[in-house]
Nanobody
Framework: QVQLVESGGGLVQPGGSLRLSCAASGFTFSSYAMNWYRQAPGKERELVAQISGAGGVTSYADSVKGRFTISRDNGQSTVYLQMNNLKPDDTAVYYC?????????WGQGTQVTVSS
């Protein structure tokens, strides 16, 4: 079955960096676009970044453009989210997700807190 396991979250000061990882299993990883979402307290879940199966096409939410970079290692079935110049508004639970056969699968999420 599809499994997505995120890691790398934590507490960081404004201006700092974190790298999130999402290890995937249970499907042909390289065949699917992968996504990072986030959900802040009291807010709806929002799409942060997306990467195509081969990794050649990426897209970002306006709020993170120029600060976040999504990448993937198909040999390791892992997708990453490099987050630089973090702001308090980036505080949220971050989830990776994949849509397969019309079903969206989610990881358990990893908490990112940006605070001084």
């Amino acid at each position: 079955q599809v499994q997505l396991v995120e890691s790398g979250g934590g507490l960081v000061q404004p201006g700092g960096s974190l790298r999130l990882s999402c290890a995937a299993s249970g499907f042909t990883f390289s065949s699917y676009a992968m996504n990072w979402y986030r959900q802040a307290p009291g807010k709806e879940r929002e799409l942060v970044a997306q990467i195509s199966g081969a990794g050649g096409v990426t897209s970002y939410a306006d709020s993170v453009k120029g600060r976040f970079t999504i990448s993937r290692d198909n040999g390791q079935s892992t997708v990453y989210l490099q987050m630089n110049n973090l702001k308090p508004d980036d505080t949220a639970v971050y989830y990776c997700a994949v849509k397969r056969s019309g079903v969206v699968y989610w990881g358990q999420g990893t908490q990112v807190t940006v605070s001084s």
